[in-house]
């Protein structure tokens, strides 16, 4: 619950979950990014690069001391700030407004 709690206060969508792991993503960041940005600081997490949850992230809940690097490090990204919107339904929404914007105006 502690993970959770702590992802949610990060801007991530945690889906609730009774077993040893989470299934969340954030709001900015895409899944690939955030699990790639991890992997080069030696913190493993599941990614799926499948249509519908591509931006969510299967995170393992391991021992605190496990969870307190993950969490800092996931600290870390956030103070960085995404480098461009996740693949997300609202991002897409908000590419086909621009677009359908720019269409009208011609």
């Given at each position: 619950?502690?993970?959770?709690a702590?992802l949610?206060?990060?801007?991530f969508?945690?889906?609730?979950?009774?077993?040893?792991f989470v299934?969340?993503?954030?709001r900015?960041?895409g899944g690939?990014?955030i699990?790639?940005r991890?992997?080069?600081?030696?913190?493993?997490?599941?990614?799926?690069d499948?249509?519908?949850i591509a931006d969510?992230l299967?995170?393992?809940?391991?021992?605190?001391?496990?969870?307190?690097?993950?969490?800092?490090a996931?600290?870390?990204l956030?103070d960085?700030?995404?480098p461009?919107p996740?693949n997300s339904?609202e991002?897409t929404k908000?590419?086909?407004?621009?677009v359908?914007h720019?269409?009208?105006?011609?």
């Amino acid at each position: 619950e502690r993970v959770s709690a702590e992802l949610a206060s990060m801007d991530f969508e945690v889906l609730p979950s009774s077993a040893n792991f989470v299934f969340a993503r954030h709001r900015e960041w895409g899944g690939s990014e955030i699990a790639a940005r991890l992997r080069e600081q030696g913190i493993i997490v599941r990614h799926f690069d499948r249509p519908r949850i591509a931006d969510f992230l299967r995170i393992t809940i391991g021992t605190a001391a496990d969870n307190d690097e993950l969490l800092q490090a996931l600290r870390t990204l956030a103070d960085c700030g995404p480098p461009y919107p996740a693949n997300s339904r609202e991002s897409t929404k908000d590419k086909i407004r621009e677009v359908e914007h720019i269409i009208e105006a011609d």
